[in-house]
């Protein structure tokens, strides 16, 4: 029986591969679940025909850095700072999370992604209270229908009824991931790939850091992702986990450093010699006092850098916005260089088509998928979007790459595939019920709502286990 096959024509195909010319008006060809062929006027048999005129064909968006599990707690965070989240969301929230919270907030903002055109998302996944919120958290992602790497945190929730923050003995979490990594992830075919979410790198002594990396190693970790170098709040770490790493000779390709707006010059260095990676997260760093986004230094320096959505209990979680903010921040900052030295800008350097890398190519780079999705190249996986230009908002927007980063919301994408198969249609997710996950994610927040409001923050806030886990304090 021959593989299902769907034409995709006469939209302006964004390849995002330097190799293959984008077509103003062009057709992508998939196969399976392989993109066939791109080209101008593809003559196909036995194709179902997506007409695309008048839409921006491009590869999926690539999330390197996202909490899913706060999907039914959005705007908790919005207003806070670093320390506010560690305390009321890592520390508060989070240990009143049921197993059906965690598939919930992994389905429904799995879904949100998925919506918004984000193929791929690093899951950093650190609500894992018990083997069956692992269980649960991952079978949201999975049957949500998305790619990803799902990285088991190992993070220690405290408990409350009543309150107590126990010391964390970490040993049934690791023996949990083995037996993911031995079960439900042993394949490294995909769509789901397993990671490692150590716990925060910045509070232990090193040679923990390092044990958790090796452990890591030992399952056969897709990545491994560590939030380091956030600015103010990380001048405690010296030196740092980045070099400490590079030290120990642990800093490698599955190493995902997350944020890293504090990395020197030499720091950078190594993380492109060594082959590891970053995952920028624009929004949140600036708000949450990380420092400015190490985006174009980290582009100068040639290391690999993505783009990542972050703390969906802050921020909603498509990329359109994260891309907008990168853009902005790496802009102003070169114009204050300018500022500065009594100069002007004029041409700006850091351009559309660039952070539209970054969120595509640049993000499958960084966590190691780049020959399998990140640009429209035949052979490589069918992760494709269809955005349209018909709506107030992008009508007459004539730049498909200006498109896609100033103009474009999650309601203008049209069509997804993931893995050749077809996850939106027409602007609607297929074979979702959304009024019943609306109904389940607004009770699980409700409850959520009435046991967080339950605890005594100030006495949470005292507490030595928030000292010791509070970023910055």
Same mark, same amino acid.
């Given at each position: 029986?021959?593989?299902?096959?769907?034409?995709?024509?006469?939209?302006?195909?964004?390849?995002?591969?330097?190799?293959?010319?984008?077509?103003?008006?062009?057709?992508?060809?998939?196969?399976?679940?392989?993109?066939?062929?791109?080209?101008?006027?593809?003559?196909?048999?036995?194709?179902?025909?997506?007409?695309?005129?008048?839409?921006?064909?491009?590869?999926?968006?690539?999330?390197?850095?996202?909490?899913?599990?706060?999907?039914?707690?959005?705007?908790?965070?919005?207003?806070?700072?670093?320390?506010?989240?560690?305390?009321?969301?890592?520390?508060?929230?989070?240990?009143?999370?049921?197993?059906?919270?965690?598939?919930?907030?992994?389905?429904?903002?799995?879904?949100?992604?998925?919506?918004?055109?984000?193929?791929?998302?690093?899951?950093?996944?650190?609500?894992?209270?018990?083997?069956?919120?692992?269980?649960?958290?991952?079978?949201?992602?999975?049957?949500?229908?998305?790619?990803?790497?799902?990285?088991?945190?190992?993070?220690?929730?405290?408990?409350?009824?009543?309150?107590?923050?126990?010391?964390?003995?970490?040993?049934?979490?690791?023996?949990?991931?083995?037996?993911?990594?031995?079960?439900?992830?042993?394949?490294?075919?995909?769509?789901?790939?397993?990671?490692?979410?150590?716990?925060?790198?910045?509070?232990?002594?090193?040679?923990?850091?390092?044990?958790?990396?090796?452990?890591?190693?030992?399952?056969?970790?897709?990545?491994?992702?560590?939030?380091?170098?956030?600015?103010?709040?990380?001048?405690?770490?010296?030196?740092?986990?980045?070099?400490? !790493? =590079?030290? #120990? @000779?642990?800093? &490698?390709?599955? /190493?995902? *450093?997350?944020?890293?707006?504090?990395?020197?010059?030499?720091?950078?260095?190594?993380?492109?010699?060594?082959?590891?990676?970053?995952?920028?997260?624009?929004?949140?760093?600036?708000?949450?006092?990380?420092?400015?986004?190490? !985006? =174009?230094? #980290? @582009?100068?320096? &040639?290391?690999? /850098?993505? *783009?990542?959505?972050?703390?969906?209990?802050?921020?909603?979680?498509?990329?359109?916005?994260?891309?907008?903010?990168?853009?902005?921040?790496?802009?102003?900052?070169?114009?204050?260089?300018?500022?500065?030295?009594?100069?002007?800008?004029?041409?700006?350097?850091?351009?559309?088509?660039?952070?539209?890398?970054?969120?595509?190519?640049?993000?499958?780079?960084?966590?190691?998928?780049?020959?399998?999705?990140?640009?429209?190249?035949?052979?490589?996986?069918?992760?494709?979007?269809?955005?349209?230009?018909?709506?107030?908002?992008?009508?007459?927007?004539?730049?498909?790459?200006?498109?896609?980063?100033?103009?474009?919301?999650?309601?203008?994408?049209?069509?997804?595939?993931?893995?050749?198969?077809?996850?939106?249609?027409?602007?609607?997710?297929?074979?979702?019920?959304?009024?019943?996950?609306?109904?389940?994610?607004?009770?699980?927040?409700?409850?959520?709502?009435?046991?967080?409001?339950?605890?005594?923050?100030?006495?949470?806030?005292?507490?030595?286990?928030?000292?010791?886990?509070?970023?910055?304090?």
């Amino acid at each position: 029986m021959s593989s299902r096959r769907t034409l995709i024509r006469g939209g302006h195909v964004l390849t995002i591969d330097p190799s293959i010319p984008d077509l103003p008006v062009g057709d992508v060809l998939i196969e399976g679940n392989v993109i066939q062929a791109v080209g101008p006027n593809l003559q196909v048999a036995d194709a179902e025909v997506v007409d695309a005129k008048g839409m921006v064909v491009c590869p999926g968006f690539v999330d390197t850095h996202r909490h899913t599990w706060q999907t039914q707690l959005r705007t908790v965070a919005s207003d806070y700072t670093l320390s506010d989240y560690g305390l009321n969301i890592r520390l508060g929230y989070s240990s009143f999370y049921e197993p059906q919270d965690a598939f919930l907030g992994n389905y429904a903002g799995a879904l949100e992604a998925l919506n918004a055109g984000v193929t791929t998302i690093v899951d950093h996944c650190h609500i894992l209270n018990s083997p069956e919120h692992a269980d649960e958290a991952l079978r949201g992602l999975r049957e949500a229908g998305g790619r990803a790497v799902w990285c088991y945190g190992l993070f220690p929730n405290p408990k409350h009824h009543p309150f107590r923050f126990d010391d964390f003995d970490p040993s049934w979490r690791l023996d949990d991931a083995r037996r993911i990594r031995k079960g439900a992830l042993a394949s490294d075919d995909g769509p789901v790939y397993m990671g490692l979410a150590p716990a925060e790198v910045e509070k232990p002594a090193f040679e923990a850091v390092a044990e958790e990396v090796r452990f890591g190693r030992e399952i056969g970790a897709k990545v491994i992702s560590c939030h380091v170098a956030m600015g103010g709040h990380s001048v405690h770490v010296r030196p740092s986990v980045t070099t400490n !790493l =590079g030290r #120990a @000779l642990l800093l &490698g390709p599955d /190493i995902l *450093l997350v944020h890293g707006n504090s990395l020197s010059r030499h720091e950078l260095g190594m993380v492109r010699d060594h082959g590891a990676a970053i995952s920028a997260t624009p929004e949140i760093e600036v708000q949450m006092g990380m420092g400015r986004p190490i !985006l =174009g230094a #980290a @582009l100068r320096a &040639g290391a690999k /850098i993505g *783009l990542g959505v972050d703390i969906v209990s802050n921020i909603g979680g498509d990329m359109f916005h994260p891309m907008r903010s990168a853009l902005v921040e790496e802009r102003g900052a070169d114009n204050d260089v300018l500022f500065k030295n009594d100069q002007i800008p004029r041409r700006l350097e850091f351009r559309c088509r660039d952070v539209l890398r970054v969120a595509t190519m640049g993000g499958a780079e960084a966590i190691g998928l780049d020959s399998k999705i990140g640009s429209l190249t035949p052979g490589k996986k069918a992760d494709v979007i269809c955005v349209r230009r018909t709506s107030f908002n992008t009508m007459g927007a004539w730049d498909p790459e200006a498109t896609l980063v100033h103009y474009a919301t999650p309601n203008d994408v049209d069509s997804v595939w993931v893995d050749g198969r077809a996850i939106k249609r027409n602007g609607a997710l297929l074979g979702v019920q959304q009024p019943s996950i609306v109904e389940q994610v607004w009770a699980s927040r409700e409850r959520l709502e009435r046991q967080y409001r339950e605890i005594n923050i100030d006495q949470l806030r005292s507490t030595k286990g928030y000292q010791r886990e509070n970023y910055g304090n």
